[in-house]
């Protein structure tokens, strides 16, 4: 299991920026594919970006493409989001998890952090 702690998050105007961050314990986390997803208020949670377990390989939702970029530190056991050109479409709360290596969209079922807030106003 992994333990994971988002931090970051905030009130940016459109056009602004954030870059998140999830911290996750345990000594097997460079081992695991990591992803960042997103729940808006009355919608499912979604996928928003993932990273493989080296950080050779990147996957983005199509509505995140160009504006978003995932990376991580293993030395840090962090994994971070650098979001670029918000709208207030991107207003939701931000969550990291473990994903399937190949299936980067579906989390691995180990569970989630508390996540962090991103508002982005108009």
């Known amino acids: 299991q992994v333990q994971l702690v988002e931090s970051g998050g905030g009130l940016v105007q459109a056009g602004g920026s954030l870059r998140l961050s999830c911290a996750a314990s345990?000594?097997?986390?460079?081992?695991?594919?990591m992803g960042w997803f997103r729940q808006a208020p009355g919608k499912e949670r979604e996928f928003v970006a993932a990273?493989?377990?080296?950080?050779?390989?990147?996957y983005y939702a199509d509505s995140v493409k160009g504006r978003f970029t995932i990376s991580r530190d293993n030395a840090k056991n962090t994994v971070y989001l650098q979001m670029n050109s918000l709208k207030p479409e991107d207003t939701a709360v931000y969550y990291c998890?473990?994903?399937?290596?190949?299936?980067?969209?579906?989390?691995?079922?180990?569970?989630w952090g508390q996540g962090t807030q991103v508002t982005v106003s108009s």
């Open positions: 998890a473990a994903v399937l290596p190949n299936t980067p969209a579906s989390p691995a079922g180990t569970g």
């Open positions: 345990g000594r097997t986390f460079s081992s695991y594919a």
């Open positions: 990273i493989s377990w080296s950080g050779g390989s990147t």
